[in-house]
């Protein structure tokens, strides 16, 4: 990733880099009120109680075809969401 500032008269800050890039195509790609995942991300908390709708396969511009995951953070069953269990599988590896 790599950052600065662009512009004399209007600087603005901005973010280039991959990671960015397949940031930006995971939320593109993603249906409302869901999270696309990359699979490398999957594998760290698949072991979670979540629940994993699918697994596709998108393009990605200067990577190819990236293996994805979608989730849906909402449980079905209180409408609370669960993505705090994630993100605490994730940060315990």
Known sequence: VTCGVLGE???KFTVLGSAVNLAARMEQTSLPGK???TDDFYKLVCDT???????SRISVKNMGEIDT???D??????GVSNFGDILDAFAGR
Do not use: G
């Open 9 to 11: 008269r209007l600087p």
């Open 35 to 37: 999270i696309r995942v």
């Open 49 to 55: 109680e979540s629940e994993w709708e699918e697994h």
């Open 69 to 71: 995951h979608m989730l």
């Open 73 to 78: 953070p909402m449980n079905e069953d209180d």
